[in-house]
């Protein structure tokens, strides 16, 4: 029997890090870990990371975290999840040596084979759009680039994958990790043959599945020893941090919604059924046997810190500064007409072109770099404004309720752009961690402890939240009339930046090395 109150393991195996949480049954953290993870980018466009980082930062992460307890604290912790950065790949011998550096969600690569393979029924079957995040294309890339590379491998899977093979010593892995590779026939939610042909893989070398929250089995006793564990400790099966920051944030119905303002925004909705549409993506749920309709940008908190690394104070490294922001803010909403299009990494939601480009347009001797900064920030939010719209036409449901996690939520300017842009309050998921929680709830949820085993009634038992940011109604309708004008630029400048893209192709940028 798990002790009366629980702790459980959480980590998020992300872009740019690993985080381990210790969560109690109210959704506390009572102690957190963080290893960071080095991103490596080749050429442009390309963004890679070593697999064995995903495991050795994980390990060295729960180690730190569990360090912190003491020792009647740690014997309370019964079990783990895992969330992970989803489309994320790579291909493994059986013993879980990588044959190569795993592909990252971000990476561009394979725009050629996007516009060779993708197509609207594919689209439909495996509920990902022809877009530069599913891995599918990129293991199609590899297919055609690097012969031979995935017929050795016995598995090629996701971070989550390998990381349940580094914890239990089996391939196994979750049908809300594995889905995001792209090779799903989703309304089935299991693998489909003539996707694992275009990306040239074989379904021997995929792994078995199980539903979000489903024991795995128990975490070796080596591992745990190093972790200074004595005790068993289950390991059940996690889900990509999209959805689990929408468990984290208790989007456990169809009128909440959860908004993920990291590096890039994401926000979803759970569905109880299989729906196809043109604004959304389609993704196996963090409750099991349902459905998350999510709308992307790439570009999110990775376009202010782009510019702030770039044009702002070089002392800070990218990071936030309450000048810029104030300067910022005493900006009108649009800035007397300058408007953005936010597409520095594509664009997803709603035209999904992998060769998009970003663009800022309307300038003026009266602006500087407070109203660029603006200009940003606004576009994400007129963005995700008609991505909402367009996600409630579609399901025929009203978004009542927004939770808004990531480090976006920390800036007032940005939350209120938010808000304005959408005319939704926004409601602040206090955890920052949000992830991490969400995989932490599945993991509490199979201890029983809230009186089922429900990751709906965790979920509701662990969330927590902070102030709600309540939108300007005259800011509202300005950017209602801004909206409608950077909707039309798209099309207006897309036969430009096909041209770009055939420009820079020709001509690469050689100057490209690791990301520091």
């Not at 576009?379 to 025929?396: F, H, N, Q």
Request: charged share 20%.
């Amino acid at each position: 029997m798990p002790p009366s109150s629980p702790l459980v393991i959480a980590v998020d195996s992300s872009t740019t890090s690993s985080k381990a949480i210790i969560v109690d049954p109210d959704g506390k953290v009572v102690a957190l870990g963080k290893r960071e993870i080095q991103l490596r980018s080749p050429q442009q466009g390309f963004a890679e990371h070593d697999p064995a980082a995903w495991w050795n930062s994980t390990n060295e992460a729960v180690a730190a975290a569990v360090s912190q307890l003491k020792n009647a604290d740690k014997e309370r912790i019964v079990a783990m999840g895992v969330t992970h950065q989803r489309e994320t790949f790579a291909p493994f011998t059986e013993d879980g040596t990588p044959l190569r550096n795993g592909i990252l969600w971000m990476d561009i690569r394979a725009s050629d084979q996007i516009l060779k393979y993708g197509t609207k029924d594919i689209w439909e079957l495996s509920g990902k759009p022809p877009d530069v995040t599913p891995a599918i294309y990129k293991m199609a890339w590899v297919k055609e680039n690097e012969p031979g590379v995935l017929d050795k491998a016995d598995r090629v899977v996701n971070v989550h994958a390998y990381l349940v093979k580094k914890l239990i010593g089996e391939w196994k892995d979750s049908v809300a990790c594995a889905d995001s590779l792209g090779l799903f026939d989703i309304a089935r939610q299991t693998y489909d043959s003539s996707l694992l042909e275009i990306a040239g893989v074989r379904e021997d070398q995929m792994v078995d599945l199980y539903k979000p929250g489903e024991v795995l089995g128990e975490i070796q006793e080596s591992v745990l020893d190093g972790w200074g564990l004595s005790q068993p400790v289950t390991l059940v099966a996690g889900l990509g941090d999209g959805q689990g920051a929408g468990i984290g944030a208790a989007s456990v119905d169809e009128q909440t919604l959860y908004m993920n303002l990291g590096t890039a925004v994401v926000a979803g909705v759970l569905s109880e059924e299989y729906a196809f549409g043109p604004v959304y993506r389609t993704l196996a749920g963090g409750v099991a046997d349902t459905y998350v309709l999510e709308v992307l940008q790439s570009s999110g908190a990775f376009l202010p810190t782009w510019y702030r690394t770039a044009f702002w104070n070089p002392e800070l490294r990218g990071r936030p500064d309450p000048q810029l922001e104030r300067i910022a803010a005493e900006r009108a909403p649009g800035s007397g007409g300058l408007v953005t299009l936010p597409y520095w990494n594509a664009v997803q939601s709603p035209h999904w072109d992998p060769i998009a480009r970003g663009a800022v347009v309307g300038w003026r001797g009266s602006h500087g770099r407070g109203s660029m900064y603006r200009s940003l920030l606004e576009a994400i939010g007129l963005e995700m404004a008609r991505s909402l719209d367009g996600l409630e036409k579609a399901t025929g449901t009203t978004i009542t309720t927004v939770r808004a996690m990531g480090g976006g939520v920390r800036s007032p300017l940005w939350r209120q752009i938010m808000a304005d842009t959408s005319g939704k309050p926004i409601t602040a998921c206090l955890e920052d961690e949000i992830s991490a929680l969400g995989a932490g709830v599945l993991a509490m949820a199979s201890t029983g402890v809230h009186g089922d085993t429900s990751v709906r009634t965790a979920a509701q038992a662990m969330a927590r939240f902070g102030d709600v940011t309540e939108p300007n109604q005259d800011n509202h309708e300005i950017y209602a009339e801004l909206g409608a004008i950077q909707g039309e630029m798209y099309d207006a400048l897309k036969g430009t930046t096909d041209k770009l893209q055939a420009f820079a192709t020709k001509y690469p940028d050689a100057e490209v090395g690791d990301v520091e």
